[in-house]
């Protein structure tokens, strides 16, 4: 029962792992095309 237990709370801390990695890469990417529109707007 409570290698249960211990399994679930890794799966989520897994998720959320993946979710900051995720919102990380979204961040370098908004980031990324930013600079473009400034590139282009010169």
Same mark, same amino acid.
């Not at 370098?28 to 590139?39: G, R, V, W, Y």
């Given at each position: &029962?409570?290698?249960?237990?211990?399994? !679930?709370?890794? #799966?989520?801390?897994? #998720?959320?792992? #993946? /979710? %900051?990695?995720?919102? /990380?890469l979204?961040?370098? !990417? /908004?980031?990324? +095309? +930013? #600079?473009?529109?400034?590139? &282009?707007? %010169?």
């Amino acid at each position: &029962m409570t290698d249960r237990k211990q399994l !679930s709370k890794d #799966i989520s801390f897994d #998720i959320n792992e #993946i /979710l %900051r990695f995720n919102h /990380l890469l979204n961040g370098f !990417s /908004l980031a990324d +095309m +930013m #600079i473009k529109n400034k590139i &282009m707007q %010169r």
